[in-house]
């Protein structure tokens, strides 16, 4: 059994085992999107009407024949593939995990309906993924498809925080409790930011400057454009559909929140670093920030590279499981 509930020591293992593969999912979901490899397979589950993906002479001639507007790339479909089978994979860890907790929901209370909320997502995630490809990145789909991701991948990391980390919360910690709550929602909001802005394809809206923007600290932008979430279905929005002004605006509103992000994130990773029984969780949230705020500003001076924009979106989702971890340790005695 757990120390700190009653649910046995297996669910709290399958539960990390379940967060760890969402983040895996996640990470490898990125690649395939900043490959542009989002519609490499053009039908849905299937891969060009395989459980694979086509790699031999003859299933590349038949793929191509019957997809002639989507000829085959291999080298992006296996992205795709690999991607959906692993979402598969995660699909049922996240089953098993729901239907333990709902068995042993005595033992755990609340907590076992928070395991239930992340096979409902996991069910809408499949949804989103399917639409993807069938709405051809309609970037509303694509943008509520990395948040989805990243609300499973919360649920996930909180369940097994609460079966792991033993509470601290006290009179003096409440105010902590508070900050870490709304450091959560104002990263969440940023990371929101970001997936719009790499669904209308804007992280290079300014060139490679930094910290101006195409050599000036204000160019022309047009927000009210780049903030329609419904667009046209049936257009192809691959590369991006916006004019300049639209997607100078969303990097231009990205950049500004992360500035916002950074400067409350750092205070309170300083005010976590001052207790002792937050200190760890406050130093990895703070050089995390740092790290990220450094790997934003290499992103757009050296062009997006695949393995820096990658490890962009990584870190994002470990600085949402450090702040949800930290208020999982700050939760009040029982």
Known sequence: MNKYTNAPSGLRRLAWFAAALAFGVIVFG?????????????????????????????????????????????AKAWREQVHRI?????????????????????????????????????????????????????????????????????????????LTLRPCGNVENAALRRLCWIGIALLAAQIALGGWTSANYAALACGTDFPTC?????????????????????????????DAPARTAIQLAHRLGALVVFGYGLALAVAAIRRRETRPFGLFFGLGLIGQVLLGIRNVTQGLPLPVATMHNALAALLLCALLALAVRLRRLA
């Not at 793929?63 to 085959?72: K, S």
């Open 86 to 162: 692993l979402v598969g994979g995660l699909g049922l860890a996240v089953f098993a995990l729901a239907t333990w907790a709902w068995i042993r929901r005595r033992e755990l209370g609340g907590l076992a309906a928070v395991p239930c909320a992340a096979a409902l997502v996991i069910v809408l995630q499949a949804l989103l993924g399917m639409w993807t490809v069938t709405l051809k990145l309609l970037p509303l789909v694509v943008a509520a498809h990395l948040l989805g991701g990243m609300t499973l991948l919360a649920l996930l990391v909180y369940t097994a925080a609460r």
């Open 30 to 74: 990125a690649f395939v999107r900043l490959s542009n490899a989002g519609l490499s397979c053009p039908d849905w589950p299937t891969c060009y009407g395989q459980l694979t993906w086509p790699t031999q002479t003859h299933e590349i001639a038949r793929a191509n024949a019957a997809f002639p507007q989507r000829p085959v790339e291999p």
């Open 214 to 242: 195409l050599g000036r600290w204000w160019p022309p932008t047009d927000f009210r454009a780049a903030f329609v979430l419904w667009r046209e279905i049936g257009v192809d929005y691959e590369g991006g559909v916006l």
